[in-house]
Every structure is written in structure tokens, then in C-alpha cells.
């Protein structure tokens, strides 16, 4: 098997494109991508890592590349994050500094902006792996995916 970089990048843009779009982001790529990979850093935060390595087998190779971005397995006790709130608290702070303009200091912001990433990734993850996901999520967290896993 033969690495195509500019096809892996060719896809990728393609994808942050067509994000953007979607998340109603003009073209502001640059706050799409930082979206994108504080919510895909926040669910390896509370999800096993049998679970995450799960997950990636399925995603294509550069969602696969935000996804391991910085991630390091020594820690292996999960974050408890029981409600929507404390995930979006955890997706603020993955994002740094900029999520104060990311997500305009709306909690509604914030759930509509992972609703629509996981509607998103659906296109990628099977039904199965994405119930898997929702039955380790605390109970107050199983909407994140429930919602979506229909698409």
C-alpha cells in the first residue's frame, strides 16, 4: 500500500471545506478545524481507549490524524464527565483561548456545533461503532449521539 500524502490532503480540505459549510462558518476554516479537533480530543478524553482505537479504525486518514494529534496512552483513567455541560466545558478548554470567539459564550452554540460534527462524522463511523460510542457515555451524555446515529 503506497501513502498518498496530497491525495490524504486533498481529502482533508475537501472535508474542512464541506465542515465549515455545514457548521454555518462561512469560510472561516481555521475556527472549523479548531472545533473539530476540540471535539474529537474531548470524546477520547471520556471514551475508552479500546473504544477510541475502534472509532479511527473506521475514520478515513486525515480525521484519523486530528484525532491522535497529541494523544499519549500513559493515562489511562478516562475523564468523568457526566453531563453536557462538563463536555462542553472540556471542548472550551481543548480549544484554548480562542474558544471564547469559537463558541461565543453560548452553551447553545457549543451543543448545536457537536450535533452537527457527530451528524457529520456518521458519514464515516457504522451505526454500530456509533451506538457502542452512546452506551459508554454517561446517561446525561447519550443525546450527544443518540440524536444523530439515525442519519
Same mark, same amino acid.
Given at each position: 500500500? #503506497? /501513502? !498518498? $500524502?496530497?491525495?490524504?490532503? &486533498?481529502?482533508?480540505?475537501? $472535508?474542512?471545506?464541506?465542515?465549515? *459549510? ?6 472561516? *476554516?481555521?475556527? #472549523? ?10 470524546? *477520547?478524553?471520556?471514551?475508552? &481507549? ?11 486518514? $486525515?480525521?484519523? #490524524?486530528?484525532?491522535? !494529534?497529541?494523544? &499519549? ?5 478516562? /475523564? ?6 462538563? $463536555? ?10 480562542? #474558544?471564547?470567539n469559537d463558541f461565543e459564550y453560548s452553551d447553545e452554540v457549543a451543543e448545536q456545533y457537536i450535533d452537527t460534527t457527530f451528524i457529520i462524522l456518521r ?10 460510542? *452512546? ?10 449521539i443518540y440524536s444523530n446515529i439515525m442519519f
Amino acid at each position: 500500500m #503506497a /501513502l !498518498n $500524502f496530497n491525495q490524504y490532503a &486533498t481529502e482533508g480540505n475537501t $472535508f474542512l471545506k464541506e465542515y465549515t *459549510r455545514e457548521m454555518n462558518l462561512g469560510d472561516n *476554516r481555521d475556527k #472549523a478545524g479548531r472545533i473539530l479537533t476540540s471535539i474529537l480530543h474531548s470524546l *477520547r478524553d471520556i471514551i475508552s &481507549t479500546e473504544e477510541s482505537l475502534q472509532l479511527i479504525a473506521q475514520l478515513p486518514m $486525515f480525521l484519523k #490524524a486530528v484525532y491522535v !494529534n497529541g494523544w &499519549t496512552l500513559r493515562n489511562k483513567n478516562k /475523564l468523568k464527565i457526566k453531563h453536557m455541560a462538563e $463536555f462542553i466545558d472540556l471542548v472550551r478548554k481543548h480549544d484554548g483561548p480562542s #474558544a471564547i470567539n469559537d463558541f461565543e459564550y453560548s452553551d447553545e452554540v457549543a451543543e448545536q456545533y457537536i450535533d452537527t460534527t457527530f451528524i457529520i462524522l456518521r458519514k464515516y463511523i457504522s451505526l454500530g461503532e456509533m451506538e457502542d460510542i *452512546r452506551d459508554g457515555l454517561p446517561k446525561d451524555l447519550k443525546s450527544m449521539i443518540y440524536s444523530n446515529i439515525m442519519f
